[in-house]
């Protein structure tokens, strides 16, 4: 892991700079998703109904944030069958007091297109990508529907014009996004599927698993999502969330799966004296 920051991002996020906070903002829900969907193979309960919730999130700091993924827009919603579409998560980043020229970087954990609807918006940021994510999905197989249907074309066009302009920084395993941030590549779920590590100046840890764990349940009962670019990565990619989850004290930190309901249970709600944003806001740390 190179232990610099990128050139380009000196002018915002610097060397002075460290995660402040971490939030979850939920911005869109389909509460008639069932338990098949989220595991790979059989599931004896497979009908009963299991909501699935989807959120980016942002690691905020003074002066800049960073988020992590770029969600899906109303538009997308539509098209999709049975998605709830709650609001902008950018508006939310703005409550938050990160307008969009105060995001100067957005880590993509996987380009499925729930994960990259908002990049066009985000135009001013730099896109932060796994070299074999956007080979994959600029490669052989793309063409098969199986894998055209979960992302939308025009986002990895964004991605790779937005590439073509200097505007992507693509890794091959560990990087350092900013100082007390890095990702970190496990791929299983996709072809380069990567996390996101937060060290916060308390100490504490935050990993964001996104998909390799789509639920707190994938990794904690070793039971892969349905969805699989291969099934052993992503016991392997259980296996190093638990790594990258230690804090410098040996306890461990905080795991925030993809799309588990359960973080609305689990972690404060942030901003509660603002309706707006009411359902779609926790402070994870
Ligand atoms: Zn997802």
Redesign the pocket.
């Known amino acids: 892991m190179h232990d610099t920051i990128p050139p380009s991002y000196r002018s915002v996020i610097n060397r002075e700079w460290r995660p402040s906070a971490v939030y979850a903002i939920r911005y869109a829900t389909r509460p008639t998703a069932l338990r098949r969907e989220h595991f790979y193979g059989h599931d004896d309960c497979g009908d009963n109904l299991m909501p699935i919730d989807?959120f980016v999130w942002l690691i905020a700091g003074p002066g800049a944030a960073i988020l992590v993924?770029a969600g899906f827009t109303p538009e997308t919603a539509l098209a999709r069958h049975g998605r709830e579409h709650l609001g902008s998560p950018l508006e939310v980043a703005d409550k938050l007091g990160y307008p969009l020229e105060s995001i100067p970087s957005v880590v993509v954990?996987?380009a499925?297109?729930?994960?990259t609807g908002y990049l066009p918006a985000l135009s001013g940021a730099r896109i932060h990508l796994q070299q074999k994510e956007l080979a994959f999905w600029t490669g052989p197989h793309a063409k098969q529907q199986m894998y055209r249907d979960i992302v939308d074309e025009e986002d990895v066009v964004t991605i790779v014009r937005s590439n073509f302009a200097g505007g992507v920084d693509l890794y091959d395993g560990d990087a350092w996004i900013a100082p007390g941030v890095s990702a970190h590549l496990v791929g299983g779920?996709t072809a380069g599927t990567q996390v996101v590590r937060v060290a916060l100046p308390s100490g504490e840890v935050v990993v964001i698993a996104?998909?390799s764990s789509?639920f707190y349940e994938n990794e904690g009962a070793r039971r892969p999502f349905s969805i699989a670019h291969t099934v052993p990565t992503m016991f392997d990619a259980f296996d190093r969330l638990g790594q990258l989850a230690l804090r410098a004290d040996g306890g461990s930190g905080i795991l925030l799966p993809?799309?588990d309901p359960a973080v609305k249970d689990l972690f404060p709600i942030a901003l509660a004296d603002d309706p707006t944003v009411a359902g779609r806001l926790w402070r994870i740390a």
């Open positions: 989807y993924d954990s996987h499925h297109y729930d994960h779920h996104s998909d789509h993809g799309h």
